[in-house]
């Protein structure tokens, strides 16, 4: 997960039928069916595209999933499920852009509707970083809930029902952390030498920022709470 920009308005004409299809929805006798029928048609018409299109915008260079921000989103995710929240089915504020191994993992699962649990967090309208920290091992840990004297239950909820923590995203994640640490040590050699300009690492930085792999690690590190740890303390300390 990571920080990601506000969800931006659609066309009015989208909105419009958007709107139009969860009216219908909602006045059906079964909507839980009419949602499954309404969605799969609407995903294959020409219209639907506007709404792709902004998810894709959101995720940035690489279009790295919302969720494990390590494989490319292909799949428009439903929040909350639309088996379980039927009404939600065609509303653009639930709407999310995944990956298929999230997607799948997902699948109708939403605590505590559908089981115990914390309720999912939502990488849109919340900042990752209230309820993760990258550890040392590039692994998505939760933070402490000090009230409760447990491990956060939401980001335990997410982090295991999406899996976040895989190998292969794990191994990237991890692999990021290490380059980026490379990096920054290298970029602050030179800088002290005297080789590299202050201008010089704020163009380093937003490149790193925008590189499509493993996104997250860049961002905990650079605008969330990893920017307090060396390395990078000492580089942001020297823009």
């Known amino acids: 997960m990571r920080q990601l920009p506000k969800r931006p308005s659609l066309p009015g004409a989208t909105n419009a039928r958007l709107k139009k299809e969860s009216q219908a929805i909602?006045?059906?006798?079964?909507?839980?069916?009419?949602?499954?029928?309404?969605?799969?048609?609407?995903?294959?018409?020409?219209?639907?595209?506007?709404?792709?299109?902004?998810?894709k915008k959101m995720t940035g260079p690489g279009q790295r999933c919302m969720f494990c921000s390590g494989s490319e989103s292909t799949d428009v995710e439903h929040y909350k499920p639309k088996s379980v929240f039927p009404d939600l089915a065609l509303t653009w504020e639930n709407y999310l852009w995944s990956c298929t191994p999230c997607n799948?993992?997902?699948?109708?699962?939403?605590?505590?509707?559908?089981?115990?649990?914390?309720?999912?967090?939502?990488?849109?309208?919340?900042?990752?970083?209230?309820?993760?920290?990258?550890?040392?091992?590039?692994?998505?840990?939760?933070?402490w809930d000090k009230k409760a004297g447990t491990p956060d239950k939401r980001a335990v909820s997410t982090m295991e029902i999406l899996d976040l923590n895989r190998e292969a995203v794990q191994e990237t994640r991890l692999f990021r952390l290490n380059d980026l640490k490379r990096q920054v040590s290298e970029s602050l050699a030179l800088f002290k030498s005297g080789t590299l300009s202050r201008q010089m690492m704020r163009q380093r930085l937003d490149e790193w920022l925008v590189q499509p792999f493993q996104p997250d690690v860049a961002d905990y590190f650079f605008n969330g709470p990893g920017r307090e740890e060396k390395p990078f303390s000492e580089f942001i300390s020297c823009l």
């Open 26 to 55: 909602s006045g059906h006798a079964n909507s839980k069916e009419e949602a499954a029928r309404r969605y799969s048609n609407a995903r294959k018409a020409v219209w639907f595209s506007a709404v792709v299109n902004a998810l």
């Open 104 to 143: 799948r993992g997902k699948g109708n699962r939403f605590p505590p509707q559908t089981e115990p649990g914390g309720m999912l967090v939502n990488p849109v309208e919340e900042n990752a970083w209230d309820f993760f920290f990258i550890d040392e091992f590039g692994l998505l840990t939760p933070v």
